[in-house]
């Protein structure tokens, strides 16, 4: 059985992207899987999809927008599954086969961060881990959660920081497995009016964080002063 997690909460997403991630999903993996969605609002949320609500996790009042909450993925009982679980945000585009992401040797599997290749930090875009393995994380976490957010700026630091240091079987996915849709696949800022955005043909998962979100690149809109793009069709054929 695969296990596939994704978490919804606040305003930012809707049932419908959660809908539209398990349809990618389910397009691109072998059965049998489960599918859950832990949140705090499961309405619109398709039957096929199993829906939790959030794991505890003490996050500040002025923090809960940011991805804290992830850590929750940690707690001991996690919708009663088993085993490995493969956790997706959900402002991704599967465009290849999830299977090999359940396959790839370590106990725990996480994008290395484009934007620090010489540093020890994950992107928590996608990750594998043992159900329950972790929950020491969280625990630490939820003890003094003012302390690690003073030390580390993100959840994606605080967790890949902490198992290194610990000296847990932490291992990055090929680089060619997951990709930024805004590092790999944009052309230069000074041709993005012109050219379109690329398809990265060897890869499985193109992670679209920040902004533009799929939607965004389909119809070549990017919010912010001085950003143009051109439409981006072969999104719209995955991201459905």
């Given amino acids: 059985m695969k296990n596939v997690i994704c978490m919804k909460w606040g305003d930012a997403y809707s049932a419908q992207d959660v809908n539209t991630l398990y349809s990618m999903v389910a397009r691109n993996i072998t059965p049998p899987f489960r599918f859950a969605c832990f949140t705090d609002d499961a309405s619109g949320i398709r039957d096929e999809v199993e829906t939790h609500p959030l794991p505890e996790v003490n996050v500040p009042p002025h923090?809960?927008?940011?991805?804290?909450?992830?850590?929750?993925?940690?707690?001991?009982?996690?919708?009663?599954?088993?085993?490995?679980?493969?956790?997706?945000?959900?402002?991704i585009?599967?465009?290849?086969?999830?299977?090999?992401?359940?396959?790839?040797?370590g106990d725990f599997c996480i994008i290395h961060n484009w934007t620090h290749p010489d540093r020890v930090v994950g992107n928590s875009s996608v990750y594998r881990f043992k159900i329950g393995d972790l929950?020491?994380?969280?625990?630490?976490?939820?003890?003094?959660?003012?302390?690690?957010?003073?030390?580390?700026?993100?959840?994606q630091i605080y967790l890949t920081e902490t198992l290194h240091e610990s000296g847990y079987d932490m291992v990055y996915w090929p680089a060619e497995w997951c990709v930024s849709f805004k590092k790999h696949c944009m052309p230069h800022r000074l041709l993005a009016p012109f050219i379109a955005p690329r398809e990265p043909k060897d890869a499985k998962i193109v992670v679209f964080h920040g902004h533009p979100k799929p939607d965004e690149a389909i119809r070549g809109e990017w919010k912010g002063k001085w950003k143009w793009m051109r439409p981006t069709p072969w999104v719209a054929r995955h991201w459905h």
């Fill in 63 to 91: 923090r809960l927008h940011e991805a804290w909450r992830k850590l929750g993925t940690f707690t001991p009982d996690l919708g009663g599954m088993e085993g490995d679980a493969l956790f997706l945000d959900l402002d």
């Fill in 135 to 155: 929950s020491w994380v969280l625990d630490r976490y939820n003890a003094d959660p003012e302390k690690v957010m003073a030390e580390r700026r993100n959840e």
């Fill in 93 to 105: 585009v599967i465009r290849d086969s999830l299977d090999p992401f359940f396959d790839y040797p």
